[in-house]
């Protein structure tokens, strides 16, 4: 089984409607992030937690809202999405020795 | 602040031919550098890592060494695979930054058989 696991993998949905991204993991690490991935611009940082009541923001976080449900779960929100939030949404983990792992992704069309 | 700057692509080459993608980075201390690398349809994987100068990180037949005079990581390769294509990263983190990585755009590879 996937250490860290993305829900949807594919979703498209229309402007204006809230949409929540899903991410669990059972690596047991307490710092979890959300990345956005757009073509030729790599991977930008939405928000990170480094534990249950610990949230922050990125560098890319208006328009996006989390919930750090458990230590396993991390959930990433668009209140009412729009077309230039559609790309690819990795969700990563760490503990304190650097290393992230990354979940599959979930590749988000907004019409 | 901190940033990566690598190679753009794509880069195309031969099965077994020599790869080199370049990356230089930006930091305001002594960051530790990371190579990642994302097949098609996957997510992002480490590939290499070096956490000070001088060191070397190594995995799959991959390379790059820390060089702190000239702020460089390139990954090399010395015969590379069809199963090599993919999109590599760069990125560092700083110590202190609570551990946020900073992405190069990627560079795509393919190889061809």
Redesign the interface.
Known sequence: DADVTQTPRNRITKTGKRIMLECSQTKGHDRMYWYRQDPGLGLRLIYYSFDVKDINKGEISDGYSVSRQAQAKFSLSLESAIPNQTALYFCATSDRINEQFFGPGTRLTVL | GDSVTQMEGPVTLSEEAFLTINCTYTATGYP?L?W?VQYP??????LL?A?KADDKGSNKGFEATYRKETTSFHLEKGSVQVSDSAVY?CAL?MEGS????T????TLLTVNP
């Open positions: 530790s990371f990642y349809g996957e997510g992002l994987q480490l890592k956490t990263f983190i609570n551990y946020k990585l992405f190069g755009k990627g």
